[in-house]
C-alpha cells in the first residue's frame, strides 16, 4: 500500500465558527473517511485549521481535492506530502483535540507562534512537524477525542 500523509493548513471562511458548525464537519468527515479508510486529525485556532490526512495516496489525493473545493475555508497551503511507514491516527477517523491556545502554547517550539496569536496559516514544514509529533507521540495525544 502506497501510504501517505497529506498536511494543510487554511482559513476559515466564518470568522464565528461555532461548536456546532465544527461538530458537523467532524461528523460528515468521519463518515467519509472510515469509508475510504481515511485517518487523521484536525486543529481549528485563530480562524485557521491544521489538518492531517493519511491513507492510500490516490484516496487522500482525492479527498484533499475535494477538501480544497468546500466554501467553509480558503487560502489552503499545502504543507507537506510524503510517504509514511504507518498512521499516526490509525485509530481516528478524525482526531478533534479539546486543547486551549494556551496548552499549545506549552509545546516546545511553538511557545512563540501561539502567545502571539498566530494562526496555522504563518506554520512552515518545520513547525508543522512539531505539532504533528505533539499529537502524534507528545503529551497532547490523550486529549484527541
Ligand atoms: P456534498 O455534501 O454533496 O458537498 C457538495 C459540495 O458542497 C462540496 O464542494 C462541499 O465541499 C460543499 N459543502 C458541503 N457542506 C458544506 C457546508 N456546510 N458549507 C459550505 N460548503 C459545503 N471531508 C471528508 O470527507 N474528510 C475530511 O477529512 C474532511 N475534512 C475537512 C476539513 C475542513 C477544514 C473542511 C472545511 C472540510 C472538510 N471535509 C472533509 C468536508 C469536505 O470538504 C466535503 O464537504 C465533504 O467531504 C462532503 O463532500 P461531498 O461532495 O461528498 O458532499
Not at 91 to 113: C, E, H, Q
Not at 126 to 143: D, I, P, V, Y
Amino acid at each position: 500500500m502506497d501510504l501517505v500523509h497529506c498536511i494543510y493548513c487554511s482559513a476559515s471562511t466564518n470568522e464565528a465558527l461555532s461548536s456546532e458548525e465544527l461538530e458537523v464537519l467532524l461528523e460528515e468527515s468521519r463518515k467519509n473517511n472510515e469509508a475510504l479508510n481515511v485517518t487523521g486529525m484536525l486543529l481549528y485556532h485563530a480562524g485557521s485549521f491544521f489538518q492531517v490526512l493519511e491513507g492510500e495516496r490516490a484516496v487522500v489525493e482525492g479527498i484533499y481535492d475535494k477538501i480544497t473545493k468546500d466554501s467553509r475555508h480558503a487560502d489552503l497551503i499545502k504543507l507537506i506530502v510524503e510517504p509514511i511507514e504507518e498512521r499516526a491516527f490509525a485509530k481516528w477517523t478524525m482526531g478533534y483535540p479539546r486543547v486551549s491556545a494556551a496548552d499549545l502554547a506549552t509545546i516546545p517550539g511553538l511557545n512563540d507562534f501561539f502567545t502571539k496569536g498566530g494562526s496555522f496559516l504563518e506554520l512552515e514544514e518545520g513547525r508543522a512537524k512539531t505539532l504533528l509529533a505533539a499529537f502524534k507521540e507528545g503529551q497532547w495525544r490523550s486529549s484527541l477525542e
